[in-house]
């Protein structure tokens, strides 16, 4: 049974920073590339950022270039979102992804609040 179970969510004061992790079984993980998505209440599930299997490639979107950094380590079969300078905006669901052809599993979701 494939897992992926997210953690290091909660509430942070703006400016702040949060590292999120995503652990994953069940799966042969270093072959899978992983995002990241989030939800913010009331708008549609967004991609954040994305790792390609072996860790050589990553994407974000634009409005987290250089405030958020994906990786991942395979040996831990975990990958992870180190986000600083929080904004309010950035206040949502956070989900893990992972991806392998026309396979793809969802973590839980892990909340994530930005507020003073």
């Known amino acids: 049974q494939v897992q992926l179970v997210e953690s290091g969510g909660g509430l942070v004061q703006p400016g702040g920073s949060l590292r999120l992790s995503c652990a994953a079984s069940?799966?042969?993980?270093?072959?899978?590339?992983m995002r990241w998505y989030r939800q913010a209440p009331g708008k549609e599930r967004e991609l954040v950022a994305g790792i390609s299997p072996a860790g050589a490639r990553t994407n974000y979107a634009d409005s987290v270039k250089g405030r958020f950094t994906i990786s991942r380590d395979n040996g831990k079969n975990t990958v992870y979102l180190q986000m600083n300078s929080l904004k309010a905006e950035d206040t949502g669901v956070y989900y893990c992804?992972?991806?392998?052809?026309?396979?793809?599993?969802w973590g839980q979701g892990t909340q994530v609040t930005v507020s003073s």
């Open positions: 992804y992972a991806v392998l052809f026309q396979t793809q599993y």
């Open positions: 069940g799966l042969t993980f270093s072959s899978y590339a």
